[in-house]
């Protein structure tokens, strides 16, 4: 159907400027309308959405070229309008349009375009609409002339009119009587020459209103109809058009007609004056007309996107004129051809063909060909390939002897085709078409491809280029052989949205396959290349990009589909996938074997267009010279390198087929292989697991690189690799019923370090890279374990879990050093690493990995926790060259501490001598000649990798082995699933426990992301990790009969094959040399993965810095919260009599004492100059805001457990403090006075049972002892400081008993069972301090459970070690907002805390190494010693310092995170068992840290139900039946948010000095 007369309206007259793009828009005012027609009322209502306030000043212009719409004061027209009924509508007699007045529909036009202008101009006049004074169907020249004069008399004679000053809009209509100039066979000089006969026939009336009037603006408009008919017409009469009627022939004749008006008008006479211009505007588009009347001249096909409908056009700042010729700098396009010489040379060795003809397709030489053909469309047909670069109605003409596949033009010196290539090879070639034409032209030969043709066409192109070959007397049917190339697919994509059942993949394919087949049943001899359909969704970013002059109507029209809709629409998703299942349908078609069942026969997949990239220009726009002028079709220059790219692939075996081509880069012909001369089939590409490379430049770097960003394959010396089973290749070789024999690790064929055999036969990444190097060394041969001398750099050990991944690097090290193949410092090295399965196969049964970021603290182990850790390859040069981050090397954090101060240092004692102050605990507390300090220094030695590219590969899914495994009964052995892998296969389907593995695998994997986009190991030029994706998804292979292709694994249905790993080692390879951000990141095991080569322009090893990429900003965290994926959180059947039988639901009532940490000051930003709030709703031990999934605070986890729970705080209101008795400021010593209010609150309280209810009471407290310590030694001794903890716990012992536990803020220590008989009076030995309350803690736990049952479990922490706060970004200090002090010591609660100077004077007194800060160091330790801390170092920034946003704005208190991770650290605790609790923090967010109890294991963990109190078990529930449990918690120290935050402020001072040092009291 073609346009609406309403629509005629729309798409014509909205002639405002080509601003910003507005739906439909506006609205008439004009009384005429009442007169016109209906249809017009409808447009009434629509809102004008342009500003006119932004038309301009109100000043008319001088100058036609600046016209605004504002300017105009009058609107006439001359010509007849008249409008007709769509023919194909029912009822189209009924219509209100039908047969219209001429002058009624004119006058129509004219009004709306006026209301229009009324909008930018007020003032405008009545439009009017000259009547012609022949009542006849057309309008002709003289009739037009007297119109005009008609009107300048009418204009003169308006009173309201300056004729000589005032601006005017006429519109002329016109059309043309015949119709034959718009046929798609009409050439560009009969089209030209009929222009110019339209244009003299107007040139009368024009120079007319030329001489006459002045000040006016005229629009040319032809309503010349379609030669289709249309429904706005002058009743033309049409031309019956002859020859090609194709849409391609019927755009780009319409579009050559336009350009023709716009060349003649803008050079002539009528647009050299500054008060006088003409336009001529178009009107005879497809159903879809646009708003081009205004937009840029010479512009009129600017692309509409979908959501647009009928578009209105408002004035822009930059384009606030009506467009003229003149402003829009339309030049006439240029024809000139410019001369590109697109040959190439071919020298190859081998040349000759077989010493007699060969009878089977898999031994067919390129020489042996005798006959090539082709069949497609327009691409293969040649249209535009040779047109001048503006010449677009040159690109009907089909430039065959230029065609990619089949054309024979020149030799391959100047024009390259894959049939010139096979001339070089064969002289006698025939069968190419040579010239321009048809497929049916003489020059077309075996040439049948045609323009617009689709998939449904091809078995008739088959049909007939059968019968051509059968015929033609220079052919041997039976004896020659042919090549034969097969490309289809873009039109049907074009259209696919018109009838999406049409054009589904299936009937795709099933067209080609009966195109295939009647090749296959009636052709021998032959070899047919079935070439992938491209992807032509990059269409797009050609269209859009306007920088780049292209023929957008053209390009609409062809490919609307493609085009139409926004990026984001679902359309469009629906299109690429759709031309995705294009391709693999096309592979899966072939690869079954359907067209291998003769000798003679065969089709093979090219797939060198499955990922084609648009070439782009230096300056990074679409290069639209591999574009015929109408940037949809082939120029010569996209022929060439089509060509080359498919006699390319024809040589590659299947398999390693190239699937991407450089259209950028120079072309390259590949030679046949010495060794394997024959085109490539699937039968004869290498056998069993072997590939081939075919790269033209292997040679290294001219001199060795000191960067790895400029790290070629051929500078690398040395492969290794670590990890678990996978790398050590435990069943690769094993047979398939040999189920012992998976046990077996063979190393020669893992896919990271084997080095059996050649590449030819073993695909593995060394044999990859000895192409480039034969003096590579480092990869393992045949079986064998670690330990073997033949697995030499293959350290992969079977089982290994991340934890075990630092042993792995210590050795790799030490061999690497020890062995004289290996040149350590100079060498090049690629180490990969794979590790993970084995985490994930235990995660349910071992408490260490139920914390998802577990495994990767311990593959970290080479190097710590994503922010503070390092891969333990990194070079850290031990202490002559320090990292730039102060980290720990502890038990499980394997980082080394630097300062400056100890720059200079080359052994750790002499580290430790230099500046004590500066190392972590665990780094000065191991004994000369300990383990500790052994393990230590192997730490140290494991951190000097010099030159090396780490490969970090992620691991395969568990749902990809439970699919294989689970699904294969009849040959997996599903009995033995958990003793393989127990969490991974025996979890029942849409069970909570496979709900549960699925949360832990994202945030393993996500750990790993986050892991390398730290950017850590981009500080060094010698050393890089790359995150491989490869394995993130995995496709597996299906058989015909839809099971899974089981010779793709190892008889346990769990470890890769040899043939797994040969993909493996091929997609390994694809992803280091893609660059980052387009890394594929799914393994498809069927897929054709081709060994790609390193280009001349990307010649390295794609690195982050390499690839020019940033990695993505992560999103904001929209909270703290946390998942809960435990499944046993019931309580007990009955209430407990035992704390060793307290589940988590038993708990009733939580309750907490301390000082503004418990409170939770500052834990959210401040509104105040003044005050910090003290925010208890998100205390980490009492606050109950919100519920876990936004809060984390230990409340909010037992609420899981028990929602009826009691005690907990909320908001930051006394009166819903609940039982948080902490109070801001608060020391040791007010510990009673608060233990006093909690016991009071307990008893007044209807809902507690104080005697009967489980309590968990929570005691943190120390720091302000700590701040004034200096100034009272004595008062805030330890021992002080232990009276006034016990004179509280004798409190809370009186109303009821107690059963608590002195804590340490990041561990938990308990004396041996001995320790309750030692008498209670015993506080101090020559230890001093906390030794001694630990026995005096327990022996009065013991007297009092004994007397006063009642049920509570206390947790005591003290004040954690310090450590040192890395330098970032500014604390709230000399900003404008000072530090807190304390406001009530004791006593009273308060909402807000106050802001002063400093009352911390300990810290803020004395320098780092002082006598006095050592001392006050010293009774910090004293007050932890013999406890075990959790966590000895903070979580560090990106940058090095410590991460603040753990911290309140004020640098002291916790923030939000802070307190969750402190909740999420002292549950985790909880739930360990005695000799078993976590000594170490993973800070770094993650929503799935909380660990779960388990049926196995679901109670609270005290001494005795860890078996560590046997003798107590025995005893019965009698004795001490409410001994202490043991809740160990973990999380930030008071020495983060003291003394920490103390040196931050003395690093923020030197950077930013003067600053007044404002300290804190907690």
Request: glycine share 6%.
């Amino acid at each position: 159907m073609g346009p609406r007369p309403h629509a005629f309206l729309l798409g014509l007259l909205l002639l405002l400027g080509p601003g910003t793009t507005q739906a439909h828009s506006f609205s008439g005012e004009n009384t005429l309308e009442e007169q016109l027609w209906p249809e017009l009322q409808s447009l009434k209502n629509i809102p004008f959405v342009c500003n006119p306030k932004k038309s301009g000043p109100n000043v008319p212009s001088e100058s036609v070229h600046s016209l605004r719409p504002s300017d105009i004061k009058f609107v006439a027209a001359i010509g007849n309008v008249e409008t007709l009924p769509d023919p194909g509508t029912a009822g189209a007699e009924k219509q209100p349009w039908v047969r219209r007045r001429p002058q009624q529909a004119c006058m129509g036009v004219v009004t709306v375009l006026s209301d229009i202008i009324k909008h930018f101009n007020p003032s405008v006049l009545r439009p009017v609409c000259t009547p012609g004074r022949k009542v006849i169907p057309h309008i002709g020249a003289e009739d037009l002339w007297i119109q005009a004069k008609e009107l300048v008399r009418s204009m003169k004679k308006n009173q309201e009119l300056d004729f000589q000053n005032d601006w005017k809009l006429i519109n002329v209509f016109f059309s043309n009587a015949n119709q034959c100039h718009l046929c798609p066979s009409t050439q560009q000089v009969a089209i030209h020459r009929h222009v110019t006969g339209s244009m003299n026939k107007l040139t009368r009336m024009l120079d007319y209103l030329l001489q006459e009037v002045p000040r006016a603006f005229v629009n040319l408009v032809d309503l010349s109809p379609r030669h289709q008919g249309t429904q706005l017409s002058l009743t033309a009469e049409p031309c019956k058009c002859s020859g090609d009627t194709s849409k391609l022939s019927r755009v780009v004749t319409q579009w050559s007609y336009q350009e023709s008006w716009d060349s003649l008008l803008a050079s002539s006479r009528y647009n050299q004056q500054e008060s006088f211009s003409v336009v001529f505007q178009p009107f005879f588009y497809e159903a879809a007309l646009s708003p081009h009347s205004m937009e840029p001249t010479g512009q009129k096909d600017e692309p509409l996107r979908a959501d647009e409908g009928w578009p209105m056009k408002c004035p822009s700042q930059e384009n606030p004129y009506l467009f003229t010729y003149k402003n829009s700098n339309y030049l006439p396009r240029s024809h000139e051809k410019l001369e590109v010489r697109d040959g190439t040379e071919i020298r190859c060795p081998a040349m000759d063909p077989s010493d007699k003809i060969p009878t089977s397709v898999h031994r067919l030489k390129p020489a042996d060909i005798k006959v090539i053909a082709a069949l497609g469309d327009s691409l293969t047909a040649g249209n535009g390939a040779g047109a001048k670069p503006a010449d677009v109605l040159d690109v009907l003409t089909q430039y065959r002897g230029l065609s990619w596949s089949v054309g024979g033009d020149g030799n391959v010196s100047s024009v390259t085709t894959l049939a010139n290539i096979l001339r070089e090879f064969n002289p006698s070639l025939t069968g190419f078409s040579v010239g321009t034409g048809k497929q049916d032209s003489p020059g077309a030969f075996l040439n049948q491809a045609v323009a617009g043709a689709r998939a449904v066409d091809l078995p008739d192109q088959a049909r007939r280029l059968v019968g051509l070959m059968k015929n033609d007397t220079k052919i041997n049917f039976q004896e020659d052989w042919k090549v034969i190339t097969l490309f289809i697919g873009g039109n049907d994509l074009c259209d696919f949205c018109n009838d999406p059942a049409h054009y589904s993949p299936q009937n795709f394919t099933d067209n080609i396959g009966k195109a295939l087949d009647i090749l296959h049943a009636e052709v021998p001899r032959a070899f047919v290349n079935l070439v992938k359909v491209l992807q032509i969704v990059n269409l797009r970013e050609l269209y859009y990009e306007k920088k780049v002059y292209c023929p957008r109507l053209i390009l609409r029209n062809l490919c609307p589909c493609v085009l139409k809709y926004e990026d984001n629409s679902t359309e469009l998703a629906s299109l690429v996938e759709l031309n995705k299942k294009y391709q693999e349908r096309t592979h899966q078609l072939v690869e079954g074997g359907r067209y291998d069942t003769r000798e003679d026969f065969t089709v093979v997949v090219q797939p060198f267009f499955e990922k084609v990239d648009l070439p782009k220009t230096p300056e990074g726009l679409p290069d639209s010279s591999f574009f015929a002028p109408d940037c949809f079709h082939f120029s010569k220059k996209s022929h060439a390198h089509s060509g080359s790219a498919l006699w390319n692939n024809m040589l590659e075996p299947v398999g390693q087929k190239a699937r991407w081509h450089d259209f950028e880069s120079k072309i390259n012909i590949t030679c046949p292989n010495k060794d394997s001369p024959f085109l490539s089939t699937y039968k004869n590409s290498v056998q069993g697991h072997g590939s081939q490379l075919l790269c033209g430049d292997t040679t290294p770097s001219a001199s060795p690189p000191t960067s790895v960003h400029a790290l070629r394959p051929a500078d690398i010396r040395v492969v290794a690799a670590l990890g678990d089973s996978l790398t050590a290749g435990n069943g690769i070789g094993s047979k398939p019923d040999d189920l012992p024999d998976v046990t077996t690790q063979y190393r020669g064929l893992s896919y990271s370090s084997g080095g059996d055999g050649s590449l030819e036969t073993v695909t593995t990444l060394p044999n990859i890279l000895r192409k480039f190097n034969r003096y590579l060394t480092g990869y393992a041969l045949g079986t064998g374990d670690a330990n073997d001398t033949n697995a030499f750099l293959n350290q992969a050990v079977p089982g290994a879990k991340a934890e075990e991944l630092t042993s792995q690097v210590q050795t790799l090290v030490q061999r690497m050093k020890d062995d004289h193949r290996v040149n350590f410092h100079e060498d090049w090295k690629v180490i990969t690493v794979l590790i993970g399965g084995s985490d994930l196969c235990d995660y349910c049964t071992d408490s260490r990995l139920l914390i998802s970021d577990s495994a990767n603290d311990e593959l970290v182990t080479a190097g710590g926790q994503r922010e503070n850790k390092s891969l333990g390859l990194e070079p850290r040069g031990a202490f002559t060259s320090p990292p730039d981050n102060h980290t720990c090397v502890c038990a499980r954090v394997h980082s080394l501490p630097h300062d400056p101060e100890v720059s200079g240092c080359t052994s750790m004692s002499q580290v430790v001598s230099s500046s004590p102050s500066v190392l972590c605990n665990c780094v000065l507390t191991p004994r000369e000649n300990s383990p500790e300090l052994a393990r230590l220094e192997a730490i140290t030695r494991a951190y000097q990798v010099p030159r090396a590219l780490v490969n970090l590969v992620d691991f395969m899914s568990p749902s990809v082995m439970r699919q294989v495994f689970l699904g294969n009964p009849d040959k997996c052995p599903v009995q033995q699933a958990s003793v393989l892998c127990n969490c991974v296969l025996t979890p029942r389907e849409n069970s909570p426990e496979l709900a549960r593995l699925e949360a832990i695998t994202r945030a393993y994997q996500s750990s790993m992301l986050e892991l390398v986009e730290s950017g850590r190991y981009d500080t060094r030029e010698d050393f890089s990790v790359v995150l491989q994706p490869f394995f993130h998804n995995t496709r597996l292979p299906i058989l015909e009969d839809g099971r899974l292709d089981m010779s793709f694994f190892a008889p346990d249905c769990i470890h890769p094959s040899q043939k797994f790993h040969s993909q493996l080692s091929r997609a390994l390879w694809a992803n280091m040399l893609e660059p980052l951000g387009r890394k594929t990141d799914t393994l498809d095991l069927t897929a054709d993965i081709p060994l790609s080569c390193p280009t001349q322009n990307e010649p390295f090893l794609r690195t982050l810095r390499n690839s020019n990429y940033t990695y993505p900003t992560k999103p904001a965290i929209e909270n703290w919260g946390s998942d809960f994926l435990c499944m046993q959180w019931t309580p007990s059947n009955s209430v407990p009599t035992s704390v060793h039988e307290l589940r988590p639901g038993d708990i009733k009532v939580v309750a907490a004492l301390g000082d503004s940490l418990t409170t939770a000051v500052g834990a959210r930003p401040g509104n105040s100059s003044d005050q910090l709030v003290s925010w208890r709703g998100l205390s980490w031990s009492a606050g109950g805001d919100g519920v876990l999934e936004t809060h984390t605070t230990l409340p909010n986890i037992l609420k899981k457990f028990n929602p009826q729970i009691l005690g907990f705080s909320t908001g930051t209101q006394e009166e819903t403090a609940g039982l948080n008795v902490a109070v801001e400021g608060a020391s040791a010593r007010d510990m009673p006075a608060q233990a006093r209010d909690l016991v009071a609150r307990m008893k007044n309280s209807p809902e507690i049972n104080l005697e009967k209810d489980w309590k968990l009471i929570t005691l943190f407290i120390g720091s302000n002892d700590l701040c004034h310590y200096c100034e009272n030694p004595e008062a805030h001794s330890a021992r002080e400081y232990v009276r006034h903890i016990q004179q509280a716990l004798d409190i809370l012992y009186e109303p009821g008993g107690v059963a608590y536990q002195q804590r340490d803020f990041s561990g938990s220590s308990f004396l041996n069972v001995e320790t309750l008989r030692e008498s209670p009076k015993q506080l101090e030995t020559e230890k001093g301090g906390l030794r001694n309350i630990k026995e005096r803690d327990w022996a009065i736990m013991a007297v009092f459970t004994q007397f006063h049952p009642a049920p509570y479990l206390v947790i005591l922490w003290t004040n954690h070690r310090s450590h040192k706060l890395g330098k970032e970004q500014p604390c709230g200090m000399g900003n404008g907002r000072p530090v807190h002090t304390e406001t009530q010591a004791s006593g009273a609660n308060s909402s807000t805390f106050s802001l002063n100077k400093s009352n911390c004077t300990c810290f803020r007194r004395f320098q780092e190494n002082s006598p006095e800060m050592q001392e006050l160091k010293k009774v910090n330790w004293n007050f932890q010693v013999d406890l075990h801390p959790f966590s000895s170092c903070p979580s560090w920034s990106q940058r090095g310092g410590a991460d603040l946003t753990f911290f309140s704005e004020d640098c002291f208190h916790f923030s939000e995170r802070g307190h969750a991770e402190m909740a999420i650290a002292l549950w985790n605790n909880m739930l360990e068992p005695v000799g078993h609790k976590t000594t170490s923090n993973n800070f770094t967010y993650s929503r799935t840290k909380l660990k779960c109890p388990s049926p196995e294991s679901p109670y609270l963990h005290t001494l005795r139900n860890s078996q560590l109190l046997k003798n107590q078990a025995e005893e019965g529930p009698n004795v001490l039946p409410w001994a202490v449990p043991v809740a160990a918690g973990g999380g930030l120290a008071v020495g983060v948010g003291v003394v920490m935050a103390w040196r931050a402020r003395r690093s923020h001072q030197k950077e930013n000095p003067p600053i007044s040092l404002d300290t804190v009291r907690l």
